[in-house]
């Protein structure tokens, strides 16, 4: 079936060095995906956004790689920051019944190491 | 000040009881969203609302209803009917249907 999925659920990296947050998606034909962050008891904030016709965007220390020939997205933070420590989550916008709506990875849980 | 509030942070109810969660949005958006979120989980769609006075189910609307009246406005309420009403509770908003979304702080709900 469908589905967006992380390939690890915890990453450490020491403060200072850059992080790489992997996703994988399946289904081909969706067209935008989106990288969002999630601090304890808060809700969701977004990073940063990229359309498949598209295959790298960069923000502010973040970057976002788009594959689809393998069908994976990346988040890379740039000199990670204590304050990068949270839950980051890929969602993936695919059409459904004429619809489009989200579909959210479980998520990786970030820590820098001081 | 703009964004998304919800209210209360915290909210604890006994089974059997329906309880309503608050999302105000004064971003002007047309479309609005509520999601559920367990422990060490992502985001699961309830409700979506395109526009005012429309509102469609997501993945999981059994036990819960909304109501759009107002742009500003997406009430959640939970009902009796919901198996497992305990979880994190959030509200989303985006200028239409389509685009990135914003999330609001969400709200707890415990039912004992």
């Known amino acids: 079936g469908e589905s967006v999925g992380l390939h690890l659920p915890t990453l450490s990296v020491q403060e200072g060095d850059n992080s790489i947050i992997n996703c994988a998606y399946s289904?081909?034909?969706?067209?935008?995906f989106i990288w969002y962050k999630q601090e304890s008891g808060k809700g969701p904030q977004f990073i940063i956004d990229?359309?498949?016709?598209?295959d790298k965007r960069q923000g502010q220390r973040v970057t976002v790689l788009l594959n689809k020939t393998v069908k994976h997205l990346s988040l890379q933070i740039a000199a990670t920051q204590p304050g990068d420590s949270a839950v980051y989550f890929c969602?993936?916008?695919?059409?459904?019944?004429?619809?489009?709506?989200?579909?959210f990875g479980t998520g990786t849980r970030l820590t820098i190491i001081p | 000040d703009g964004g998304i509030t919800q209210s209360p942070k915290y909210l604890f109810r006994k089974e059997g009881q329906n309880v309503t969660l608050s999302c105000e949005q004064n971003?002007?958006?047309?479309?609005m969203y509520w999601y559920r979120q367990d422990p060490g989980q992502g985001l699961r769609l309830i409700y979506y609302?395109?526009?005012?006075?429309?509102?469609q189910k997501g993945d999981i609307a059994e036990g819960y209803s909304v109501s759009r009246e107002k742009k500003e406005s997406f009430p959640l309420t939970v009902t009796s009917a919901q198996k497992n009403p305990t979880a994190f509770y959030l509200c989303?908003?985006?200028?239409?249907?389509?685009?990135?979304?914003?999330f609001g702080p969400g709200t707890r709900l415990t039912v004992t």
């Open positions: 989303a908003s985006s200028i239409v249907l389509g685009y990135e979304q914003y």
């Open positions: 289904n081909s034909a969706s067209d935008y």
């Open positions: 990229i359309r498949s016709n598209m």
């Open positions: 969602a993936e916008m695919k059409r459904f019944r004429g619809n489009e709506k989200l579909t």
């Open positions: 971003l002007n958006h047309d479309a």
């Open positions: 609302s395109q526009i005012v006075n429309d509102f």
